[in-house]
């Protein structure tokens, strides 16, 4: 397990090497496992049991003690400061725990001050242990995104992008797309009935505007986050016509071709998508 500080520093605070940095990680960690999950049911006044209505994803909270000592190089004090300083109420920290199978991370920032009751004068000592409460906002562990992509050979091309999905939540897919061109995206409901158009929808699909030359699109599909952004600052998105992506990839999606197009194009323009990884947990799932 390693912290790394919103300051840039790494502590190795369990596994091989830990305490290399003078912290270590103390007993009784909470918060790390599943994500906290908060089911809602209704029910009318003369309702045997409830109906099932919606599940909300809430804010993590982790709580766990560390301690702090001497290193060849630096004090228990210096020490102290170093972790002290990787951590702000503002800016996030990312705890990562690597196993056999995985590497991912938490986001984390501070919620309370850290704890500190020494039973004695830790100047004497040379060690002390402090206790981190932490939030993270987004409840999910992360690893790396995966990414393929697709290069046009002519002004009119297609083919097809590779995107699986090993996690336990669903994903909404990113893509980069270079100019010039019209791209068409696909955005196929995996069989989801939220709109009740799971069959009619199978294999729906969006065109984007026209991409000038040198003109890069980021498309996120994630309804909450704005769809169509051009980093150059034109405001693209008011050329869909109010068109949205609508579908996220299932939890544990094999590894799937999807369709992509472009035309009115050009040799050697390409596509990247990027398929995020969440888990609820810091291991396992797959």
């Known amino acids: 397990m390693e912290l790394e500080g919103c300051d840039g520093s790494w502590f190795r605070i369990a596994g ?26 209704q029910a009318h006044a003369t309702q045997i049991g409830s109906d099932y209505q919606a599940t909300r994803w809430l804010s993590r909270d982790v709580v766990f003690g560390v301690h702090i000592g001497n290193t060849p190089s630096r004090s228990w004090q210096e020490n102290d400061s170093a972790w002290r300083k990787a951590w702000s109420y503002s800016k996030e920290s990312k705890l990562w725990i690597t196993t056999e199978d995985s590497t991912r991370f938490l986001r984390l920032r501070m919620s309370e001050q850290p704890q500190f009751h020494p039973e004695h004068d830790p100047h004497l000592t040379k060690i002390e242990k402090v206790v981190m409460t932490c939030v993270a906002s987004t409840p999910w562990w992360f690893e790396a995104d995966a990414t393929d992509t697709f290069v046009s050979s002519g002004p009119s091309d297609s083919g097809f992008v590779t995107v699986a999905n090993p996690t336990d939540q669903e994903i909404w897919l990113k893509w980069v797309c270079q100019g010039p061109g019209r791209w068409i995206l696909p955005d196929f409901s995996w069989a989801d009935e939220r709109f009740r158009r799971g069959t009619l929808d199978a294999n729906r699909r969006i065109s984007l505007p026209k991409q000038n030359d040198g003109q890069t699109f980021l498309v996120d599909t994630d309804p909450f986050e704005e769809q169509l952004r051009d980093p150059s600052g034109t405001q693209v998105w008011s050329l869909m016509n109010g068109v949205t992506f609508v579908y996220p990839v299932p939890a544990w999606t094999p590894p799937t071709k999807l369709p992509v197009s472009v035309s009115e194009s050009a040799a050697g323009v390409g596509i990247q998508v990027r398929a995020a990884r969440t888990w609820s947990r810091p291991w396992g799932l797959q």
């Open 16 to 41: 091989p090497r830990m305490g290399e940095q003078g912290v270590w990680l103390g007993t009784d960690v909470q918060g790390i496992y599943d994500a906290p999950v908060k089911t809602l049911y």
